[in-house]
């Protein structure tokens, strides 16, 4: 008498093994049962009404697909921890350098820097404030076109030196014609810390955390 065709612990697609670890547990257990019925079925067969060719052929391309999606899923594992490694290795080179990000607030330590992109000559207005809103600096300049870095040696108008703390930049470029554009501002700032408990790690600037692709430049300071 021939055993009946193993169906119930047919494994899962191969496009459907994914998940936690207690599903790989899981998936990994039912396909050992699968093994050992399919041997008991080889050798229990009846040679006069041995099983049928179809079926057999069905489930070897099973065992196959989900023996190669495990392996696969087992290499996809060690390349996302090595991914990982390399993030956080790349994230701690750029403790103590000095990077360029979008921004418009920045930490006044000695001096404050701020970049921004001047479509054309203009004479350009620029207004810094502290965390409370206060206006502590403002000027008039002419800018040729192109971008340009502004230091602030965080001192007002009057000669008043200002205390450490972050402070704000605004600017507002008018061409020849008249026409008035508020430049937008990158921060200029040295990368205080990592955090590397974060996925991805996060890069700790003027007391903010960034993900890396904010970084748009690495510049040495002046």
Aim: charged content about 15%.
């Amino acid at each position: 008498m021939a055993l009946l065709p193993v169906t119930s612990t047919t494994p899962p697609p191969a496009a459907s093994i994914t998940g936690s670890g207690a599903d790989r547990a899981s998936i990994a257990e039912n396909f050992s049962t699968f093994l050992q019925l399919l041997t008991t079925q080889l050798k229990n067969q009846n040679p006069m009404d041995p099983l049928d060719t179809n079926q057999f052929t069905q489930q070897l391309v099973q065992f196959a697909q989900v023996e190669q999606q495990m392996k696969q899923n087992d290499q996809l594992s060690q390349i996302i921890a090595i991914e990982k490694s390399a993030q956080s290795t790349i994230a701690l080179t750029f403790i103590g350098q000095t990077v360029v990000i979008d921004g418009a607030t920045t930490k006044l330590d000695g001096t404050a820097n701020w970049v921004f992109n001047v479509p054309k000559p203009s004479t350009t207005t620029v207004t810094i404030k502290d965390s409370s809103g206060q206006t502590v600096y403002t000027d008039t300049v002419t800018m040729s076109a192109g971008q340009r870095t502004f230091t602030w040696d965080g001192k007002g108008k009057d000669g008043k030196a200002w205390p450490k703390g972050n402070y704000t930049l605004t600017a507002t470029a008018v061409d020849a014609s008249g026409q008035s554009t508020v430049l937008a501002t990158e921060v200029q700032a040295v990368v205080d810390g990592v955090d590397l408990t974060k996925d991805p790690p996060l890069l700790w600037i003027n007391n903010q955390p960034y993900t890396m692709d904010r970084i748009k430049r690495l510049v040495r300071p002046s």
